[in-house]
């Protein structure tokens, strides 16, 4: 029986840890099988199974090693691509701001990991995918994990909390009772939409940066819900996106050349439409909200294109960029 066969079996044999079994038994099982190697071997191939699977564990049990596995994993039925995709899409959370999160779900990754070394033991995966972005982002702000824990709690059962919350240019915390209603993962930061204690019907929803909570605790308060929520709605989306239309708007953009090649790639809009108008330009329409979003996205975009409708956005976007030339023409 080859090194790889004998850890099947031995994946395969590993119990739960209410049950788990010392590598003297492991041995005589795997004996059973057909195995002739030493005693040693197998403390070797259980060594390196648990160096490999971070589902597999053991702790000293006299003069030995107890082992047992995470059933849970290792039931798991992971195909290497969606290993792959599971390991981007965490180092991507990571980056922008769920550190902590990610780590709570270390195990499940590090079992995702395991499996890429498993389908091609010689490659090192950290320098075959990358979660990266062209656009420079900001660092996400240092949340306290108690604070979002509490707060994820607070929106599975349905209570109300008391907060320390640190507004921006604040030299002390205050105190702030609040229901939680949603919680918003956008850029570098978390969000929580939520409503104060003695808010009326018809009060919007409130955005509050979770980096500005110093801490959280549950209460018994009664602080009702709006009725029917929605995080993605247009009264919600006001406050957590700076949403500056309730109905989408109809876009309309001149673009250069470069421009009209990124947009046919990759649209702004789902609705959009390109034309060609003269030579080395194109016309972009389509239907968008108004957003901070969509203001700084234009912004960034420099002379590639030009707003062309509506005309407050054109106003808004000319009157920025006056005071930006404003800057650089007084150095």
Known sequence: ???????????????????????????????????????????????????????????????????????????????????????????????????????????????????????????????????TTRFITLRPGKIDPQVLATLQQALLEGYAVEAMYLKRGAAEPKAYRLRPLGLSYQDSNIYLSCVFEGHKPGDAPRALPLHRFVSVRSIFADIPAPGGFDINSVEARRSLVDLKSDLPVELKLRLAREMYERLAENPLTEDQQLTAEVAGHWIMTGRLHLSQGLKLWLLSQGDSLEVLAPATLREDIAATAMRMATLYESA
């Open 1 to 131: 029986m080859n090194m790889r066969k004998r850890g099947e079996f031995l994946l395969k044999m590993l119990p739960v840890k209410s049950q788990a079994m010392d590598t003297a038994t492991l041995y005589e099982r795997l004996q059973e099988q057909g195995s002739r190697v030493s005693l040693r071997t197998v403390q070797r191939d259980l060594e390196r199974l648990a160096a490999d699977y971070p589902h597999i564990h053991s702790e000293n049990s006299g003069n030995g090693l107890r082992w047992w596995a995470d059933r849970e994993l290792s039931r798991l039925s992971l195909l290497p691509t969606d290993a792959m995709n599971l390991t981007m899409i965490m180092d991507h959370a990571a980056r922008f701001g769920m550190q902590a999160q990610v780590e709570n779900l270390a195990r499940l990754r590090d079992y995702a990991r395991s499996l890429l070394r498993e389908a091609q033991p010689a490659e090192d995966w950290a320098k075959k995918i990358v979660s």
